[in-house]
């Protein structure tokens, strides 16, 4: 098996190092990590070294396979990786139309949401509290509950996760899942009960922790 190594940003802030990071958990995989510290002096020198990018997560695979020297950078991708990796983990649906709906769902996280991001920055030292949102973001919460809601119902009576089982798509929304819990968002019953189903992953208790733990803060 490759060896890996993760290069991520605090883990306060970085809602795109956790995505892979719980892919990876999830997968079962044995991996370093590395921490940079986002808007430091030092930060943007140190992500170069990893990664023409500039921009972190980075995945290093290094070992006797066919990914061994190849870096990978963006979270999506990085994902995408780890399921190739660790077939077995069931990173995808098994469906071929779960698993296209599956990947169109974490597409639109990763290139949508804009009002979500810029009204609930991703903030895991913040004390939970309610926040004025503008009707843009509004609409995107209603976006959110909508797409949750039709693949709970359609594709999740096999566990309590966007597809029954956790995939790479509940990997992509976790950030927007803490988000929705800092900012106390109000959301309807189905909704509300996925998003306490990702907050209970011990991979993502695990990571509020030691985010709650790093000396590192930014003022928002």
């Known amino acids: 098996m490759a060896f890996l190594t993760l290069v991520i940003g605090n883990k306060a802030y970085s809602s795109w190092s956790l995505r892979p990071w719980l892919a990876l958990r999830h997968a079962g995989a044995v991996f370093d990590e590395r921490v940079i510290p986002l808007r430091q002096p030092e930060t943007k020198p140190e992500i170069l070294a990893h990664s023409a ?25 990085i994902c995408e990786a780890v399921a190739e990796l660790y077939p077995a983990a069931g990173l995808w649906p098994d469906d071929p139309a779960a698993r296209a709906l ?12 804009p009002e979500v991001r810029k009204a609930f920055p991703m903030d895991l030292k913040r004390s939970p509290a309610e926040r004025p949102v ?18 709970r119902g359609r594709f999740g009576l096999g566990g309590p996760f966007l597809f ?46 030691s985010a709650q733990e790093e000396p590192w803060e930014i003022a928002y």
């Open 53 to 77: 990018a500039g921009k972190v997560p980075v995945l290093h695979i290094d070992g006797a396979t066919v990914w061994g020297g190849a870096t990978v950078w963006e979270s999506l991708a």
């Open 102 to 113: 599956a990947r169109a769902a974490a597409t639109e996280m990763h290139g949508g949401f």
């Open 134 to 151: 503008s009707e843009a973001a509004v609409s995107e919460i209603a976006r959110l509950c909508a797409l949750w809601g039709d693949l």
């Open 164 to 209: 029954g089982r956790f995939t790479v798509a509940d990997a992509m929304y976790a950030p927007v899942c803490a988000r929705f819990d800092t900012y106390r968002v109000p959301l309807d019953e189905v909704s509300l009960a996925y998003v306490r189903a990702v907050l209970a992953l011990p991979a993502m208790i695990e990571w509020r922790r």
